[in-house]
């Protein structure tokens, strides 16, 4: 493995229209709470840290995601709040956030 | 770790002006070659592989560059020959494709 940020954030922002049946993370805000969750990295000293945007993860019923690499874990990121515990309990804390993780992929 | 795409794959595909000193992976066809990486993909039966775009991965000058993760395997794709060695031989035959890896980051 080579590692050039640790962790690797990929943030979905895909926007479909708004009255799509599946909905979309772009659609719910996706791309100001990436922006939120680079402030969020940088406040927190995780300067070794990368968040960037990914195009469609097809995980969109349950957006906004996001997804940590390498480690593989994924996350409903809806609001502000939950970036805030994405970072402060699993990235600095080291402690996944199991009631913001997801486990099991949408099924379409 | 939660599996929802082995391997998940990020190209870059940002673009900058022509001029821009650091170049882009998006002025280099990376989009072009992020979807021919997708048929090659689905040609060779990797089912559960899924080719995202990237927003910037900050590797210009190498660029066009993707990454393999969970892996954490950086390359050079710059054109068509790339991608099929990449994933004939990595993910299909389990080789890291040595001569066209990145194993250093972009010093700036």
Aim: hydrophobic share 35%.
């Amino acid at each position: 493995m080579t590692v050039f940020y640790s962790p690797h954030i990929f943030s979905c922002t895909n926007k479909r229209p708004d009255d799509h049946p599946r909905g979309s993370c772009g659609a719910k805000n996706g791309e100001a709470l990436r922006q939120y969750l680079r402030e969020k990295l940088k406040a927190a000293g995780l300067t070794e840290a990368r968040a960037n945007v990914a195009g469609c993860l097809d995980q969109c019923e349950n957006g906004p995601v996001l997804v940590i690499y390498p480690e593989g874990v994924w996350y409903r990121a809806a609001d502000i709040a939950a970036i805030d515990r994405i970072v402060d309990e699993h990235l600095v804390g080291g402690r996944i956030v199991a009631d913001l993780q997801l486990t099991e992929k949408v099924k379409k």
